[in-house]
């Protein structure tokens, strides 16, 4: 089980950015998918995330600013992220677990498997 991803970069506040999360081993119609960041000195945080049913649910701090959508015959999840702030800089990761039709959770220790990590900065 692979997942990649990738849509990182350096960006100015206010901008957008669109992450990739491609899934290879495993078939993501039967899984839930999370976002999550980690910036420097601080604790991985939740983002968002996707239900197998494809039922989304945002960490507050990302709230209308932030979009998580899939493409199951790409076997791909995008999260679509604008309006952004320089403190959402940090290495952002997917993750995967198989998991129910409208259930997603934001906590990292349900996931099973877990993607290399991709860097936005964005720049005030």
């Known amino acids: 089980v692979q997942l990649q991803a990738s849509g990182g970069g350096l960006v100015q506040a206010g901008g957008s950015l669109r992450l990739s999360c491609a899934a290879s081993g495993l078939t993501l119609d039967n899984y839930a998918i999370g976002w999550f960041r980690q910036a420097p000195g601080k604790e991985r945080e939740g983002v968002s995330c996707s239900s197998k049913g494809g039922t989304t649910y945002y960490g507050d701090s990302v709230k209308g600013r932030f979009t998580v959508s899939r493409d199951n015959t790409k076997n791909t999840v995008y999260l679509q992220m604008n309006s952004l702030k320089p403190e959402d800089t940090a290495v952002y990761f997917c993750?995967?677990?198989?998991?129910?039709?409208?259930?997603?959770?934001?906590?990292?220790?349900?996931?099973?498997?877990w993607g290399q990590g991709t860097l936005v900065t964005v720049s005030s």
């Open positions: 993750a995967a677990v198989i998991g129910g039709n409208y259930y997603c959770g934001l906590d990292d220790p349900e996931y099973d498997y």
